[in-house]
């Protein structure tokens, strides 16, 4: 009987621990705990606001990058912000604080396959594989470029972007996404993210959002670029 009891207390305490964690207890989150970091992301991409791109982005994407990295760029907020005033008044002093620490720590992070739907591929081969592919177009195109230049610029116009698509639709689309920096009271934080679908369609953003409602708002965009 008292196996029994046991068993229960121990399911109605999982559950609780469970339903905690969609009830705002990312609050309480180990920002340098790896497994909690993947939580965090499920809950942050299904309780988006659905008026934000990123979520079909997110949705969408057949390949998840493996490694979280951390952007230096939000340690230079005189590049994001335009006043000390709209940077007091978004980040506190204790904010920057417990910022610099999360940027500043040296230990890597990744994304753990179990949570999440989209195969996750290994950042650090894909750079490798990439850089061989580019050496190899490269290559070949110095040996036209030695035997015959009307070869060399048809292949540049035309076989190479040929060679280019081929081999990345082994990988795209994919996104990788930087490892979440929290504000102090973890009701903020900097997300960001790297898309790209093909050439000439790339995305990147970095931006503060809020937990308000139920939903994460972006409430400041801190950069973006496009290709």
Do not use: V
């Given at each position: 009987m008292r196996v029994k009891h046991s068993i229960v207390i121990l399911l109605l305490l999982l559950s609780c621990n469970k339903s905690d964690y969609k009830l705002n207890k990312f609050t309480e989150i180990n920002v340098y705990n790896e497994e909690q970091i993947n939580n965090f992301i499920q809950f942050f991409i299904k309780n988006l606001n659905d008026k934000n791109?990123?979520?079909?982005?997110a949705v969408n994407m057949k390949f998840y990058g493996s490694k979280l990295e951390k952007a230096p760029l939000i340690l230079n907020p005189e590049r994001w912000m335009t006043t000390?005033?709209?940077?007091?008044s978004l980040i506190n002093n204790d904010d920057w604080i417990f910022i610099k620490q999360q940027v500043n720590d040296t230990r890597g992070?990744?994304?753990?396959?179990?949570k999440f739907k989209q195969k996750?591929?290994?950042?650090?081969?894909?750079?490798?594989?990439?850089?061989?592919f580019n050496h190899w177009q490269n290559k070949k195109a110095d040996s036209l470029k030695l035997r015959n230049i009307q070869k060399l610029k048809r292949y540049i116009s035309q076989?190479?972007?040929t060679e280019y698509y081929n081999y990345i639709k082994k990988s795209t689309p994919i996104l990788h996404i930087d490892k979440p920096i929290f504000l102090k009271n973890k009701n903020r934080v900097i997300f960001s993210y790297y898309s790209y679908t093909g050439p000439l369609s790339a995305y990147s953003e970095m931006a503060v959002y809020e937990f308000k409602n139920g939903k994460w708002f972006k409430i400041k965009t801190i950069s973006t670029s496009i290709s």
């Open positions: 791109d990123f979520l079909s982005t000390k005033t709209q940077r007091d992070y990744s994304i753990h396959q179990k996750i591929l290994n950042s650090d081969s894909l750079k490798k594989e990439n850089l061989k076989e190479m972007p």
